[in-house]
């Protein structure tokens, strides 16, 4: 996901309240407080706080995310991210460092979120991780 | 044929060397049209349908951003559609003073330019901003700070109150090199975009040097693009600089229509 791509950027001068809806990509640099929910790629920046659930195709997440994550296709989840909810999505790749708390569920034979096999937890803790 | 629509204040003295400029080269490309001075008690309304009744196709707007949307609305009351075959009326305008950012946008940024461009009369349908149901912008509408932004299901408020909400409908921040931004602010697609704006204080070199220069000194944050949107305010009207500045009541609904608005054209336009 390029920056030109970009259509809807939501900076960090800004607070998002309610339910946000998009066709387009939307670059997330501010506070999303509702749901967000995008036709398009989804690209939450550094400092970004979004306490909603999340839908979109593909998405790239850096920054804070309180809520489920339900992707299409690909979910890339940064060395900074925070992510605390249930991940749904069809191609998952998780940066070391990043942080999530809640339950993860990769299917690539069908859409994320309509697959009926049970989610496999993943338990990571919420602070720095502990090194042998 | 052509009808020049002058503001009162270009009568003045001040403006006398560009309107004689005006007039000559005018005459040399044989584009004369019929002449209005746009005086106090003129009712500019009742000038445009006559014109438009006359046969008169295209309205040139002789001053500034003020006197642009002045004609501006008055054109757009005239029942018309553009397109239409036999009544297809356009705006130009030819720039004489200062704050010329439609005739910027249109390519007519000088008067020799803004004369080629009626020669050449290229037109191109784009879309307008309604205000409160009533006053028409072209290019983009500012709203003091210290207002928030309305959706269908969201809003979006401002965290702080040096931050400035534009509405645009045209690329008036002149970012069309910048990728970020190269598939927003299209007059014709059918949307504007709300852009919520900070304007850093730059000085010695950075001035001349920062990358926000040309976007006229500000710094894009948020761009959210809509076909409505409502601008909330605590006060009960705000100061709209839309092509010119208006006083409204708050809350202010802004709506796209598109394409209703056909405009003439040049080559260096900005559209």
């Known amino acids: 996901m390029e920056d030109r791509e970009n259509e809807t950027i939501i900076g960090p001068s800004v607070k998002v ?16 407080n509702g749901s967000l929910r995008t036709k398009g790629n989804l690209k939450v920046e550094v400092g970004a706080k979004i306490k909603a659930s999340v839908e979109a195709t593909n998405a790239i997440i850096r920054g804070q995310i309180k809520g489920n994550i ?16 249930d991940i749904a999505t069809k191609i998952i790749s998780i940066a070391p460092g990043a ?34 | 044929m052509f009808a020049y629509f002058l503001d009162d204040w270009t009568a003045h003295k001040r403006y006398a060397r560009e309107v004689d400029s005006l007039d000559l080269l005018l005459t040399q490309h044989g584009i004369i049209g019929r002449r209005l001075r746009l005086g ?15 046969g008169i196709r295209t309205f040139v707007a002789v001053g500034n951003d003020g006197t642009a949307s002045k004609l501006l609305n008055s054109l757009l009351k005239i029942d018309w559609r553009p397109g239409e075959k036999g009544r297809s009326l356009a705006l130009a305008v030819l720039p004489i003073g200062e704050e010329q950012k439609i005739a910027s946008c249109l390519g007519s940024a000088t008067i020799p330019e803004a004369v080629q461009t009626l020669v050449g009369r290229r037109t191109e349908s784009i879309d307008v901003g309604k205000l409160n149901n009533r006053h028409y912008f072209m290019t983009l509408a ?23 909400v534009h509405i645009c409908n045209i690329n008036a921040f002149n970012l069309k ?42 710094q894009i944050e948020s761009v959210f693009p809509h076909q409505k949107i409502t601008v909330l305010s605590r006060e009960k009207t705000i100061t709209v600089v839309a092509d010119a500045e208006k006083q ?5 609904e802004v709506e796209i229509e598109p394409r209703k608005l056909l405009v003439v054209v040049g080559a260096g336009n900005n559209l």
């Open chain 1, 99 to 132: 942080v999530i708390n809640g339950h993860c569920l990769v299917s690539p034979a069908e859409r994320a979120g309509q697959d009926s096999a049970e989610p496999a937890a993943v338990q990571k803790p919420a602070g720095p991780r502990e090194r042998p």
């Open chain 2, 40 to 54: 106090r008690l003129h009712d500019l309304d009742a000038s445009a349908r006559d014109c438009a009744a006359s």
């Open chain 2, 177 to 218: 090199s910048d990728r970020r931004y190269q598939k927003s602010f299209n007059p014709q697609d059918g949307t504007f975009e709300a852009v919520v704006t900070r304007r850093p204080l730059a000085v010695g070199w950075k001035k001349l040097f920062s990358k926000e220069r040309q976007a006229g000194g500000y």
């Open chain 2, 248 to 252: 409204l009541t708050a809350p202010v």
């Open chain 2, 142 to 164: 500012t709203f003091p700070p210290k207002v928030s932004l309305g959706f269908l299901s969201y809003t979006v408020n401002l965290l702080d109150d040096e931050h400035q």
């Open chain 1, 70 to 85: 339900a992707i299409q296709e690909s979910l890339e989840i940064g060395e900074t991210a925070m992510v605390e909810g």
């Open chain 1, 17 to 32: 309240e309610g339910d946000f809806t998009s066709d387009g990509n939307v670059l997330v640099q501010g506070l999303v």
